[in-house]
């Protein structure tokens, strides 16, 4: 209303259609209220105005969308297990993206990939790198640490995919996975074609060496 009587004030002679496309708003902000003045501009026969747009106190801020650190965690934040997976390992990635499809259901796993530049082992009950990566590791919400074809087995239950491996609870079957793992574990690296575990670690320490900052390096 109050921009209609201000608009009604101005004379027919003024409102040409070359004087009206001058007068386009821009928002002026107001350092210290809780209101922002829409400002028009000078006219070519030198009319302004502005209008001052009241603007609610209590609106409720933007809050920013948090964007989660894919190499670090993927998770919700009720997950069950955490699975700690080799991101490098191409024959590896075929199951765990096999496991994140069947997780958008669940929502049970929480994912972290224990060769990105962000991964913590303080954040992660003391697992650093070179331990993660001799074996599968898994660690349950109430913080126990389950490793070998026993992480698997929680992995798959927290998908509903646990008569997968519902026989190796068994014995001799669970002696017999766990040594079948064993071998795949220490042969993984040369069988997906990467070099021994002990030159990835080395490669690794003279990485860090050389950067001062992790985060600004890539192997």
Same mark, same amino acid.
């Given at each position: 209303?109050?921009?209609?009587?201000?608009?009604?004030?101005?004379?027919?002679?003024?409102?040409?259609?070359?004087?009206?496309?001058?007068?386009?708003?821009?928002?002026?902000?107001?350092?210290?209220?809780?209101?922002?003045?829409?400002?028009?501009?000078?006219?070519?026969?030198?009319?302004?105005?502005? #209008?001052?747009?009241?603007?609610?106190?209590?609106?409720?801020?933007?809050?920013?969308?948090? #964007?989660?650190?894919?190499?670090?965690?993927?998770?919700?934040?009720?997950?069950?297990?955490?699975?700690?997976?080799?991101?490098?390992?191409?024959?590896?990635?075929?199951?765990?993206?096999?496991?994140?499809?069947?997780?958008?259901?669940?929502?049970?796993?929480?994912?972290?990939?224990?060769?990105?530049?962000?991964?913590?082992?303080?954040?992660?009950?003391?697992?650093?790198?070179?331990?993660?990566?001799?074996?599968?590791?898994?660690?349950?919400?109430?913080?126990?640490? #389950?490793?070998?074809?026993?992480?698997?087995?929680?992995?798959?239950?927290? #998908?509903?995919?646990?008569?997968?491996?519902?026989?190796?609870?068994?014995?001799?079957?669970?002696?017999?996975?766990?040594?079948?793992?064993?071998?795949?574990?220490?042969?993984?690296?040369?069988?997906?074609?990467?070099?021994?575990?002990?030159?990835?670690?080395?490669?690794?320490?003279?990485?860090?060496?050389?950067?001062?900052?992790?985060?600004?390096?890539?192997?």
């Amino acid at each position: 209303m109050a921009l209609r009587a201000v608009a009604g004030s101005i004379s027919r002679r003024q409102l040409t259609p070359s004087n009206l496309c001058l007068l386009r708003p821009f928002v002026v902000p107001a350092s210290n209220s809780p209101h922002r003045s829409i400002a028009y501009p000078l006219s070519k026969t030198g009319f302004r105005f502005s #209008v001052r747009a009241i603007q609610e106190a209590t609106t409720d801020p933007i809050t920013p969308t948090k #964007v989660d650190n894919v190499g670090q965690s993927q998770s919700s934040p009720n997950w069950k297990v955490k699975m700690l997976y080799d991101g490098d390992c191409p024959l590896c990635m075929r199951e765990v993206n096999m496991l994140k499809e069947r997780n958008k259901d669940y929502n049970a796993i929480n994912f972290v990939d224990i060769s990105s530049e962000d991964y913590s082992p303080e954040d992660n009950h003391g697992i650093d790198y070179e331990t993660a990566m001799g074996k599968i590791h898994a660690i349950m919400s109430d913080g126990t640490i #389950v490793t070998n074809v026993e992480a698997f087995s929680k992995l798959y239950e927290a #998908v509903g995919l646990g008569w997968v491996y519902a026989i190796t609870k068994y014995e001799p079957v669970a002696t017999i996975a766990d040594a079948v793992y064993g071998v795949w574990a220490k042969y993984r690296l040369q069988v997906t074609g990467r070099p021994p575990l002990e030159e990835v670690l080395e490669a690794r320490r003279k990485k860090d060496e050389i950067c001062n900052d992790n985060k600004s390096c890539k192997m």
